[in-house]
C-alpha cells in the first residue's frame, strides 16, 4: 500500500473513531434525558396529586364544617373529637392579680408566676422556670411525678420577691396545661385517656388529673388551687382573647396540629343539658384527625400513614404539620432516585424515616443564593448527597414547594371550614340561607401559634394567599391572623384567672 493509502485508511480510522465517540456522546444524551423525563414525570405526578384549586378547598371547608356540627350532635358521630372544655369564660383584660401556671407536655415541665394589671394586655410581669423531668419518673408512680413537680412549685413560690405575695385570705391559683389526651369533666377536672410522649404510668390512666396534682399540693402545704385544666391550643385562645376580644379560634400549626373555637352553647346537641351564663364554650376540635376524600392524597401520604405508629389516624395532621412535611419531600426525592440517577449513588440515608426534618426542608424552600448552596450542603451533610448539579437543587427546591404550599393552604381551609361553622365566613353559618351580600362581617380574629406559621415564611405567606383565595378579598379583609406566644403557659394564667374561684361559678349541667 502506498503512502497516499496508508493515510487514506488513517482518515478513514479517524473519522470511524469520531463517529463511535458522537455517537457515544448523543447516546449518553438521549439516555440522560429519558433519566430527565421520568424525574420530570414523577414531579407531575406530585403536583397534579396535591393540587388545591380553589374549588377543592372550599369542598374541604364545606367537610369540615359539617365534620364539626357531626361531631357537636353526637359522641364518636365524627372523625372530629369536638371535646368540651367547659371553659366559657375568656379572659376579657379586667382580671388583677398574681396567677400561677403549670405546663406538663413533655420531658421538661415549666412553671410560671404572671402578674395582670386589670386591663387589656396589661401582663406587668412574667417569671418562668423549666426543668427537666427525670426518666424514671416518667414511668414510674403518679405519687412520685406529682410530688416532683409540687416541690419544683413549691422552690418557685419560695423564690417571690416583695409584692407578689397574694392577699392572706387568697389562695394562690394555677393554670395546668396538662398535653396528654383527658376527658375534661369540668373547667378544672379530667379523666387522664392515655399517656403519651414517653410516660407510662399505667395506674394514672382513667383517673382524674388534677386530683393527683392537688393531693401533692396540699402534702406539701402549698396553699394552691388548680382552677383550670387545660390543652395548649385552649391556652392560646385565651390569650389571643386577652389581647383582643375579637379572637374567636385558636390553630396551633407546629410539630402537631390542633384547633379550638368558641361555641355557642345550644349548637353542642351531645349535652344538651349545659348551661353557661355566656351562652357558649370553647370546644377543642382535635382537628389532626379530620378526614375527608375531598382531601388531596398522594401514594407518599398513603404510605407515609400506613407506616407510622399510628396508621389511619390523625390524617389531616399527617398533611399540614410540621412532624410529617419533611418526611414526604424524602420520599418523594427517594422515589426519583430510584426512576433515575440524577442523585448519583444510592444513599442508604434516604431510606430513613424522618432523617429529613421540616426546618431542614424548610432551609432548603427558602434558599435565595444564586448556587442554592444550603441545598447542597444539606443533601451532603443528611442525606449523602454529595455534588448534585444546580438544575436538581432547584428540583428539591420545587418539591419542597409543592408540599408545603399544599399544606398551608389545607391549612387555610380548616380555619376557614371553623368561621363558616360559626358563621364568621360571609355566608351566615352552615344552616344559612342568606346570600353573602345580605351578611354584614364583622371583625374576625384567629390566634395561631406554632413554628411552622411563625417561623416558616413561605407557609405563612401560602397561607394567606390561600384564605384570599377561598373567601374572596372583600370578606377576607375582615379576618385576622394574630401570632401569640406560649399559650400553653401564660395562656394558662389567664384561663386560671378568667376561672378564679373569687368569681362567680358560671358552668352548671342542669
Known sequence: MGRRGVVAVAAVGVA????????????????????????????RELEEGCETTVSRLRQVVDAMAVEMHAGLASEGGSKLK???????????GSEKGIYYALDLGGTNFRVLRVQLGGQRSSILSSDVERQPIPPELMTGTSEDLFDFIASALQQFVEKEGNGS????????????TFSF?????????GILIKWTKGFAIESMVGQEVTESLQRALDKRGLDMRVAALVNDTVGTLALGHYHDEDT????IIGTGTNACYLERTDAIIKCQGLLTTSGGMVVNMEWGNFWSSHLPRTSYDIDLDAESPNPNDQGFEKMISGMYLGDI?????????????IFGPASSR??????????LMAAMHEDDSPELTEVARILNDVLEIPDVPLKVRKLIVKICDVVTRRAAR???????GILKKIGRDGSGGISSGRSRSDIRMRRTVVAIEGGLYSSYTLFREYLHEALTDILGDDIAQHVRLMVTEDGSGIGAALLAASHSSYSVDTVQPL
Open 16 to 43: 470511524v473513531a469520531a463517529c463511535v465517540v458522537a455517537g457515544v456522546v448523543v447516546g449518553k444524551r438521549v439516555k440522560s434525558r429519558r433519566k430527565w423525563k421520568r424525574v420530570m414525570g414523577v414531579l
Open 82 to 92: 369536638m371535646l368540651l372544655t367547659f371553659v366559657d369564660n375568656l379572659p376579657t
Open 165 to 176: 405575695e397574694p392577699p392572706p385570705i387568697r389562695r394562690r391559683e394555677l393554670g395546668f
Open 181 to 189: 389526651p383527658v376527658k375534661q369533666t369540668s373547667v378544672s377536672s
Open 248 to 251: 374567636v379560634a385558636a390553630v
Open 329 to 341: 419531600v424524602r420520599r418523594v426525592i427517594l422515589r426519583m432516585s430510584e426512576e433515575s440517577d
Open 350 to 359: 434516604l431510606s430513613m424515616p424522618f432523617i429529613l426534618r421540616t426546618p
Open 410 to 416: 389545607l391549612a387555610a381551609a380548616g380555619i376557614v
